[in-house]
């Protein structure tokens, strides 16, 4: 009697609780918006945190170029670290590991070959998930990644544009390409484009050996995919291609990334807030990451309201494209 009380006040206590989060899955972009500015009531307590609610929004499969050699090492850490946020995580080798969820892409192991690993990603995750997401990311098992920073990143933005995002370099072509180190990110049309009119078309993409970031930004750009700002609103960078150590407290004027930044990057203040993504990840790192993100607390600071960014009409995001496709770099140093 008592036991089918307490599951009866059970069953209630969930139903309502389940009744309440449907509640909040259901709403709105701009209703999630402006019921998520209050930090403290009831309902806060109750729904999604805004970064449940963005997986739901900005899903991204994430495509980690790695190898045998690193599956049990770097792989493994980035599948118990940032990996298991993704919304789906794809590893890409030359050896399947179902534990690890690698995919042998049937290109042998070499550094010459990492642009070919790339490619036959991309048409994997194409050929099998392309409906499935809205965002494909490109990262190396020495990436780290914020997954909550990237998906409020793209919230505002239309899966079905086509645009990319990284920190921008101004090598190679005029239009320069996404750093494969810092990770870069496709829209669910750029994907489309890169499948349906780039890898089949040697002219717009063609084979060789080059470093696989220059080569796919390359045929992205060739098949009309917009090379996207991902800067703050002070000029800070979220993809960044180094570790934090070679950015803070500053960069180092002179090295290679001030040369080869497309846009002249703030030598004092590196990073957004909002950053994304950092590079040169070593074995310990990984966790340190884990920690200060997402354990240490500096206790007794105010807590900040999370404020979702808008998303944009479509015509907005048109005229989005329009300035990012005229956007010029704004280095004066020469390329020597
Ligand atoms: C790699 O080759 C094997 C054997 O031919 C095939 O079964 C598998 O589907 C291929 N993998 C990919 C990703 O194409
Ligand atoms: C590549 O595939 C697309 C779509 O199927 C087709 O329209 C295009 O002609 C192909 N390009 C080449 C060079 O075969
Ligand atoms: C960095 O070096 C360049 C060339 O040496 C110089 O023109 C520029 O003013 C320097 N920038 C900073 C922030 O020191
Ligand atoms: C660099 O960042 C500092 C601090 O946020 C800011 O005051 C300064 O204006 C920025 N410099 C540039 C060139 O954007």
Known sequence: MFRNMLCLALGLIVGMQLT???DYMTLTGEEYESTVVAVDT????TRPSPAD??????????????????HKTKAAKVLSTWGSRCNKLIFMSS??????????????????????????GFAYAYEHFVEDYDWF??????????????RMFLYPFDPEAAVFFGYRFRTSYPHGYMSGGAGYVLSRDALRRLNLFALNNTKFCPLNTYSEDRQIGYCLLNVGVTAGDSRDEHGRERFLPL???HLMPSIQNGTWLTTYSYFTPNMSDCCAETAIS???????????????LYHLRALGLPEKPTVLPTK??????????EFWNQQVTDQTVPLS
């Not at 009831?42 to 307590?45: P, T």
């Not at 997986?55 to 190898?67: D, I």
């Not at 050896?95 to 036959?120: F, H, P």
């Open 20 to 22: 309440e989060l449907w």
């Open 42 to 45: 009831d309902a806060s307590r």
């Open 53 to 70: 609610w963005l997986f739901h929004e900005a899903r991204v499969l994430c495509l980690v170029l790695t190898m045998p050699a690193h």
């Open 95 to 120: 050896e399947d590991d179902d534990a690890l969820g690698a995919v042998n892409l049937n290109v042998s192991e070499s550094r010459d070959n990492l642009y070919s690993k790339v490619r036959a």
């Open 137 to 150: 990311l490109k990262a190396d098992d020495d990436t780290y990644v914020i997954m909550e920073n990237l």
């Open 243 to 245: 570790h934090p150590r």
């Open 278 to 292: 950092f590079h040169y990840t070593k074995m310990h790192d990984y966790d340190r990451y884990e920690f200060f």
């Open 312 to 321: 944009l009409t479509s015509e907005q995001m048109e005229q989005k494209l």
